[in-house]
T-cell receptor, first 114, second 111 residues
Framework: ETGVTQTPRHLVMGMTNKKSLKCEQHLGHNAMYWYKQSAKKPLELMFVYSLEERVENNSVPSRFSPECPNSSHLFLHLHTLQPEDSALYLC?????????????FGPGTRLTVL | SQQGEEDPQALSIQEGENATMNCSYK?????LQWYRQNSGRGLVHLILIRSNEREKHSGRLRVTLDTSKKSSSLLITASRAADTASYFCATTNQAGTALIFGKGTTLSVSS
């Protein structure tokens, strides 16, 4: 266990549904991340939060909406997704965001969009 | 944009053999990290090597860094079936705010 948990582990949703992914870290870290991992592609950084403020947004479509209510929790709200959004969504945390601090990953949520 | 790129994409070896994976990157770095991912799971940090270091060891892992060639290698000695996983190198983006991962090397170790 890395100290980062994600729920749900698996999610199947239709294109008109609204769902949320949850991430929680128990490490006292100040930075949290969302990544998307699709087959045969590098991990794609989606969002970075440092001290609950968004510091990086890699041109992610607006159908993905992050929320960071406190330094321990991170959500990814999903609505009107497309089948190509099916992927493994990974959450990670680190002490800070400077100079590539070691990141601790959760187990991921396997998302399937029908 | 992708910073690190691993080579080979896939590697199959027998238990007990050594496995070597390479990573090339494009811009100057402060450090380089290697991560491991078991199928469908999250990534686990293995080792970090700083730009002023040339070699680092951790158990059966040996990492080298050649900043003049912008490359790093990960050597796993005396491999085990449990080493079967994907291995990624990661460096920071230009802003220094996040890690950029390569596509990874998929290692299969058969017993």
């Amino acid at each position: 266990e890395t100290g980062v948990t994600q729920t749900p582990r698996h999610l199947v949703m239709g294109m008109t549904n609204k769902k949320s992914l949850k991430c929680e870290q128990h490490l006292g870290h100040n930075a949290m991340y969302w990544y998307k991992q699709s087959a045969k592609k590098p991990l794609e950084l989606m969002f970075v939060y440092s001290l609950e403020e968004r510091v990086e947004n890699n041109s992610v479509p607006s159908r993905f909406s992050p929320e960071c209510p406190n330094s321990s929790h991170l959500f990814l709200h999903l609505h009107t997704l497309q089948p190509e959004d099916s992927a493994l969504y990974l959450c990670a945390s680190s002490q800070g965001t400077s100079l590539g601090d070691t990141q601790y990953f959760g187990p991921g949520t396997r998302l399937t969009v029908l | 944009s992708q910073q690190g790129e691993e080579d080979p994409q896939a590697l199959s070896i027998q238990e007990g053999e050594n496995a070597t994976m390479n990573c090339s990157y494009k811009t100057s770095i402060n450090n380089l990290q290697w991560y491991r991912q078991n199928s469908g799971r999250g990534l686990v940090h293995l080792i970090l090597i700083r730009s002023n270091e040339r070699e680092k060891h951790s158990g059966r892992l040996r990492v080298t860094l050649d900043t003049s060639k912008k490359s790093s290698s990960l050597l796993i000695t005396a491999s085990r079936a449990a080493d079967t996983a994907s291995y990624f190198c990661a460096t920071t983006n230009q802003a220094g705010t996040a890690l950029i991962f390569g596509k990874g090397t998929t290692l299969s170790v058969s017993s």
